[in-house]
């Protein structure tokens, strides 16, 4: 008799684990408090990027971040308020702006990144999810020559400590690579490894395979707690009643502390806001997905549309749309792109990343519940990151030898 298996979140995870689970031969069910792939998996720029190793941990990301704060329009804003958990973890991710933490959670990021792009590759193969799979790689576009040229240290670490450099392309030639760019512009560094998809579309097909395959999806059923036994879970309360199982998955992204007492771990994870806008595809449309990190906008060219997204807000729960921060997409793609917005907007986003201090998930057992697992805490590459979270959840229920070392994902590490 097969077991069974609780997934506590519809996101991205949750359902990269529903996923691999039920190949594993689990009968799995996913509960979510609202849609399935709302939240952040839907509105999110759809990059499966490995070049994104490093944590924004990096040196001197500290005093950056004060400086941004007091900068009209800047991506990063924090509303001040009497937090205790936030402010807790805004020291302890100020103690890590260091290059030795920077590098001890790079090594642990690199290895799910690079897993994840390889199966998202053998996903598309096997099940041809219609989700705009491309693989075009990824541009960081420069407008300012010292911004450019100060990428360069960066981009030689990322060669020699992770074997992942970019393509440096001086002056004019980048609009070799992207037409649809501006003149006049300081450079560029491509990946040529990374890739794109249209997250919402990928949330919906998935969702269908793993319903084919037998999985279960329950929507507006919130999460109420653990029912235990002896150091287990037997079920979950719910708000449409009690759900037994043999295991359980928590994938829940921001809202993994609120659901969190009883695990035996902490669980510093703080909702970063990000937003975007979706619209049409412009005339002159780009072709490859692009950064620019002088004013950390995203831009996603997909099939059937076009994403503007980023923004960092450390505002707690907040659900309103602040007009402000969709105007710094807008302006903050303007100076890039020929056109860099088309009308008329389909729809205007926000969402809540799950922010750890150290940018590592959390990946583990729960310490007090042996049957729970914990698949949380994904940063800003939690679609990046999703197949090799979802495949290691599998092989460790599973007792089966994990393809990369689930060390650096410990839950008893904070």
């Keep these: 008799m ?5 997934v506590i979140g519809g996101g991205v995870v949750g359902t990269s684990c529903a996923y691999y689970l039920t190949r594993a031969g689990w009968n799995v069910t996913v509960i979510d408090r609202g849609a399935i792939g709302g939240g952040s998996s839907a509105g999110n720029c759809g990059f499966v990027c490995p070049s994104h190793v490093l944590p924004l941990t990096e040196p001197g990301m500290v005093g950056k971040g004060l400086a941004s704060l007091f900068q009209k329009n800047s991506a990063l804003k924090v509303k001040f308020r009497l937090d205790p958990a936030l402010w807790s973890w805004m020291y302890h991710f100020a103690r890590r702006c260091n290059e030795r933490d920077m590098l001890e959670a790079a090594r642990g990021i690199q290895p799910i990144l690079e897993s994840s792009l390889h199966l998202y590759q053998q996903l598309m193969k096997d099940e041809a999810l219609d989700c705009e799979w491309h693989e075009r790689g990824l541009f960081f576009v420069y407008r300012d020559r010292k911004e450019f040229d100060a990428y360069a240290p960066t981009d030689r670490l990322l060669d020699e400590k992770f074997h992942c450099p970019a393509e440096r392309i001086e002056g004019d030639a980048v609009l070799e690579r992207e037409p649809a760019l501006k003149p006049g512009l300081a450079g560029g560094w491509y990946y040529h490894e990374d890739a794109h998809l249209r997250p919402d579309r990928l949330m919906k097909a998935w969702r269908a395979n793993v319903e084919a395959s037998g999985g279960t999806f329950r929507e507006n059923c919130g999460f109420q707690g653990f029912i235990r036994k002896n150091g287990s879970a037997s079920a979950v309360k719910t708000t449409q009643g009690e759900l037994t199982a043999d295991a359980f998955v928590m994938a829940a992204g921001a809202w993994t502390p609120m659901l969190a007492e009883g695990l035996g771990c902490k669980v510093p994870i703080q909702p970063g806001k990000g937003y975007s806008i979706t619209m049409p595809r ?5 072709n490859v997905p692009m950064i620019f990190p002088e ?13 503007l997204g980023s923004t960092m807000e450390f ?10 921060r969709l105007k710094i997409l807008r302006d903050g793609a303007a100076p890039y792109l020929q056109e860099p917005e088309a009308e008329p907007v389909q729809q205007t986003w926000f969402g809540w990343r799950p922010m750890t201090y150290d940018g590592l998930p959390i990946i583990d057992r729960a ?19 999703a197949t090799g979270t979802g495949k290691l959840v599998a092989e460790m229920l599973n007792g089966d030898e994990p393809l990369i070392d689930p060390k650096p994902y410990r839950s008893t590490r904070f």
Excluded at 2 to 6: D, E, K, L, R
Excluded at 282 to 286: E, F, H, S
Aim: charged share 15%; proline share 10%; net charge negative.
């Design 295 to 307: 004013t950390r906008v995203a831009v996603t060219p997909f099939d059937s549309g076009y994403r």
């Design 315 to 324: 505002a707690g729960y907040d659900e309103t749309i602040d007009p402000s």
């Design 2 to 6: 097969s077991q069974s298996v609780i």
């Design 367 to 385: 310490p007090a519940i042996n049957n729970v697992m914990i698949a949380a805490g994904h940063n800003m590459l939690g679609l990046s990151m």
């Design 282 to 286: 412009p005339k002159i449309c780009p």
